[in-house]
């Protein structure tokens, strides 16, 4: 019989259980796993968002899987080992430095500690690396981001990192924006996220710490020359063109006078709102409030709600610049600037408006979309030449501005700089909004923020053209390239 004493065992022993061997298996298994993908990532071989997740996600999570099944399986035998024999004690592991095997152990012990360690911590900077990079925030969740991406990618923003205006510096800002991060990859996992994606500007960081790290408030812009060219849906496409100056003025009377659009920037006055929706598109009530406390409040005659009951916002950059870096264009647009640039030609009869019908129809997913604009175009235009440049061009155009498996278009997302395919400036500068003592209302008058200088359409164009002027010095012609020697900076003699 076997006796208790034949029963003792070791810390050591307790590791040989098939639950133990297979935490070493996946243990062993997914660092090699980590080391071959590891060396991928370094090389540059497949990069891609996914290989990153596979490097740094998820074979250091099966790493520590087996970590833990190594280790509950030695508790789950140490048990056994009490119940079976009540009283005794396991004899705990004994390092004898005398011995040449147990030195030769502790050494090797030490080296896959060191390694395991490094690698550990390699692999945990390349793993927040990644989470703060455009590829993680635009590609891993296809579906749900592919709008906002590939609108990013063509934005004036485009080489600015997400997380530049997303998450905002500090722990407290990484911490809010990872846990946030859960919430959404849950939703991606469950297919449970809304379509289209429900942007909220009141969800980013403060302008103060994102905007205005590039951009200066206080600046002053004065007036901005613009010229709009725009093609109607004619059969001939008339060409229509305006030229105008835009008020865009600044906020500080430091550097300029105040006034212009960016009259908001005023950092004397303070600007709050009411917004019944959640994209803060209808505005019934706000008020401004000055440096001495001065209150004006202006509301639509509907509004009778009380402003207590409702959430108030501040206004600040993002209340019209609201898609500086995700904007989606609307069909009307962007075969306007293809026109212009000579992507379709303007000659082929009708094209504005068979362009523009062909993106607008309902389609279900982008494939349907692409064949449907192909089938309308190619009979459209089936003797003409052109008629599979047409084609490419305009889905081209739905696939960088339509997204119907996520329902996202301009509608979806409008855009509130401007006034022309959304409510934009028109949400408060609609003449509706009076101040309740006074009956004054905001400015509504187009000349508020620009003053048109020219417009035509058609042939009239070229009279429009500016040809320009001779500089006129001292009452002649001057052309010279040696201004300098007289305006030297301080008072100029004559």
Not at 192 to 220: D, G, M, Q, V
Request: proline fraction near 5%.
């Amino acid at each position: 019989m076997e006796s208790n004493k034949d029963k003792k065992s070791s810390w050591f022993s307790f590791y040989r259980s098939w639950l133990s061997l297979l935490g070493l298996f996946i243990s062993i298994a997914s660092f090699v796993f980590f080391l071959l993908l590891f060396g991928m990532d370094i090389t540059g071989e497949g990069k891609s968002p996914y290989l990153a997740i596979l490097t740094f996600i998820i074979a250091p999570a099966f790493l520590i899987l087996g970590l833990l099944m190594i280790i509950l399986g030695a508790v789950v035998q140490r048990r056994r080992f009490l119940k079976s024999l009540p009283g005794e004690r396991p004899a705990f592991l004994a390092i004898d430095f005398g011995r040449p095997a147990h030195r030769r152990n502790f050494v090797m012990f030490l080296i896959l500690c060191v390694i395991f360690f490094l690698f550990t911590a390699i692999g945990s900077y390349k793993a927040y690396k990644f989470s703060e990079s455009i590829a993680f925030c635009g590609q891993t969740c296809h579906v749900p981001m592919k709008p906002e991406f590939t609108a990013y990618q063509f934005s004036p923003h485009s080489q600015i990192k997400c997380v530049e205006c997303h998450v905002g510096p500090g722990p407290e800002q990484f911490i809010k924006a990872k846990l946030n991060g859960i919430h959404q990859l849950t939703a991606t996992l469950s297919d449970s996220f809304p379509r289209p994606i429900h942007t909220s500007i009141e969800n980013l960081p403060s302008t103060a710490i994102t905007c205005e790290e590039c951009h200066w408030p206080e600046k002053y812009i004065g007036n901005i020359e613009k010229t709009t060219v725009r093609y109607k849906s004619d059969s001939a496409n008339t060409a229509q063109r305006i030229r105008m100056s835009i008020n865009v003025g600044g906020g500080d009377p430091v550097h300029g006078p105040v006034g212009g659009i960016h009259w908001y920037m005023n950092l004397a006055n303070k600007i709050e709102y009411i917004a019944t929706d959640e994209r803060l598109q209808d505005i019934p009530w706000m008020r401004v409030t000055d440096t001495n406390g001065n209150q004006r409040v202006y509301a639509t005659s509907d509004f009778e709600g009380n402003p207590a009951e409702y959430k108030i916002h501040e206004m600040n950059c993002t209340s019209c610049h609201n898609r500086p870096a995700h904007q989606i264009n609307s069909p009307a647009d962007v075969v306007d600037k293809a026109l212009q640039a000579g992507v379709i030609d303007p000659g082929l009869k009708s094209i504005k408006k068979n362009v523009v019908t062909a993106l607008t129809q309902e389609y279900a997913t982008e494939g349907e979309a692409l064949e449907g604009i192909a089938a309308f175009l190619n009979e459209e235009y089936k003797d003409n030449d052109q008629a599979d440049k047409v084609v490419s061009a305009a889905q081209s155009m739905f696939k960088h501005n339509f997204f119907p498996e996520m329902k996202a278009d301009w509608k979806a997302y409008p855009n509130n700089i401007g006034h022309k395919t959304s409510k934009g400036c028109f949400r408060c500068h609609d003449g509706k909004h009076k101040e309740a003592e006074t009956g004054e209302a905001i400015k509504s008058d187009c000349n508020t923020c620009h003053t048109i200088l020219g417009q035509a359409e058609g042939d009239e164009i070229s009279e429009m053209e500016p040809k320009g002027q001779a500089f006129m010095h001292l009452g002649f012609e001057y052309s010279g390239n040696d201004c300098f020697t007289c305006h030297e900076g301080s008072i100029v003699q004559f």
